[in-house]
């Protein structure tokens, strides 16, 4: 693991540079999206998952409209999902539909956005982001979400790959590099 701390705050980069593979496989997992449908990460085979804990007044909030650029731009290969918590600063209050509403609205967000969640470690804390953040069941990474719009890359065969913390932008040069553009 490679730890590339760039000038700035909540801009870390975390590496899964020695290809550490995962303890516990994440497809099974599954995600429940805000309108209630529920849809397994194996839904998205061949592709790597930028997962991504969002909220709506947040100093980096605007990231959502370069989420769903990177969305449109590499749909071939990549799948942005949106975790909307409250866990930083109660910059997430509203209830599913509100933030859903707002995100189209003001960014015109079509990627999946999962049920408001718990990002941060405890108990409550989210299936999928409990996988994120405990090394033995990814191999190797325990670094959980340090703010807003925290993003994990997984490839295209269940290796998580990459952790950028909420400073780096989503089409950064370092995260396109990543998603391999």
Known sequence: MKANNQTGRHSLILENKNGQLSQTPIYPLTVVLNDGTEIPLSNWPDKKLLL???????????????????????????????????????????????????????????????????????????????????????????YAPSWNFSKYLINEHGVLTHYFDAGVPPLDRKILQAVGV
């Open 52 to 142: 991504v804990n969002t909220a709506s007044n947040c100093g980096y909030t605007a990231q959502y409209a370069e989420l769903q650029q990177l969305q449109d731009q590499y749909a071939q290969t990549l799948q942005v999902v949106g975790f909307p918590s409250n866990d930083f600063k109660n910059q997430e209050p509203d209830n599913d539909a509100t933030i859903a509403q707002f995100c189209q609205r003001n960014f015109g967000v079509t990627f999946p956005l999962v049920q408001k969640s718990q990002v941060r470690k405890g108990t409550g804390q989210h299936p999928v982001y409990q996988w994120l953040t405990q090394p033995e069941k990814n191999g190797w990474n325990d």
